[in-house]
Nanobody
Framework: VQLVESGGGSVQPGGSLRLSCAAS????????MGWHRQAPGKQRELVAGITSGGSTMYGDSVKGRFTISGDNAKNTVTLQMSNLRPEDSAVYYCNAVRVTTRNGDTDPEVWGQGTLVTVSS
């Protein structure tokens, strides 16, 4: 199972970006997907997550500005980021929790390679 992120880039403060992540492989089910980020010199932190049932959670710093959505049928997750701030600059990582393949194997967590978001004037 692999996760591939897309949509990172550079934007001015106040701007918007949309990140997408697609899981590929012989997937039967995924419990949850989400986004974390890591800025230079800082720990990786949760940005947003969504369960297969549609429940969402957000990090305090992004509430009201970011929106996560998912498509269970396509095994994709999208993060719409608005009103971006310089402190949102980081490498954003997609992850999938409890991924079960059609042959019955379960991976507790899968991570993507990350996509860089830079917010600067």
């Amino acid at each position: 199972v692999q996760l591939v992120e897309s949509g990172g880039g550079s934007v001015q403060p106040g701007g918007s970006l949309r990140l997408s992540c697609a899981a590929s492989g012989d997937i039967f089910s995924i419990n949850a997907m989400g986004w974390h980020r890591q800025a230079p010199g800082k720990q990786r932190e949760l940005v947003a997550g969504i369960t297969s049932g549609g429940s969402t959670m957000y990090g305090d710093s992004v509430k009201g500005r970011f929106t996560i959505s998912g498509d269970n049928a396509k095994n994709t997750v999208t993060l719409q980021m608005s009103n971006l701030r310089p402190e949102d600059s980081a490498v954003y990582y997609c992850n999938a929790v409890r991924v079960t393949t059609r042959n019955g194997d379960t991976d507790p967590e899968v991570w993507g390679q990350g996509t860089l978001v830079t917010v600067s004037s």
